[in-house]
């Protein structure tokens, strides 16, 4: 009998120690949900801020975003998978930056069938000054409050980043 006993206690501990992970993770998840608004807020803003960029829609900013960050440009079949869109809307995005003349279209070097995405001089100009506007304004919002924060915050930041790259 005492073994069940045991085993009724430690399902009941596991099943509370359970719920007070996820009642962390709900906490966190919560936290990184008010972040990732605050974020597409960040560049809402910024993109209607700038003259070039205001007529960016935010899937076009994020095209011109992993265009850049890619060196040599990425496919645009990778473009759409990583955007959450289907290749002709992705096509359909990138025109629209390609007549903006922001990127440019032109064919792997190494198999003519894939047709690769990379900013132009002015769309990499374009790209960098919103992420500096970007940055801008979250140390304007951090000012005076970063002093309170945790030595690990940005730690636990990096690592939040890290596990939504998949994403970005």
Do not use: K
């Not at 009941?12 to 949900?33: F, H, K, N, T, Y």
């Not at 809402?44 to 003259?51: A, K, M, Q, T």
């Amino acid at each position: 009998m005492a073994a069940d006993e045991t085993m009724a206690a430690m399902a009941e501990r596991s099943a509370g120690e359970l719920r007070d992970e996820l009642a962390i993770d709900e906490a966190v998840v919560d936290a990184v949900e008010r972040l990732a608004g605050a974020s597409v807020g960040l560049t809402s803003r910024v993109l209607g801020e700038r003259s070039t960029a205001s007529e960016m829609t935010l899937p076009q900013w994020r095209v011109l975003v992993l265009a850049g960050a890619a060196p040599g440009g990425l496919p645009v079949g990778e473009i759409a998978f990583r955007i959450g869109a289907s290749a002709p809307s992705a096509s359909r995005f990138v025109r629209r930056l390609e007549r903006q003349g922001l990127v440019q279209i032109v064919r792997d070097s190494l198999d003519r069938r894939v047709v690769r995405v990379r900013p132009t001089a002015q769309g990499g100009e374009v790209r960098e000054a919103i992420i500096e506007r970007r940055r801008e304004l979250i140390r304007e919002a951090l000012a005076g409050r970063a002093a309170g924060l945790p030595e690990p915050a940005a730690e636990a930041l990096r690592r939040v980043a890290d596990a939504l790259e998949p994403y970005s």
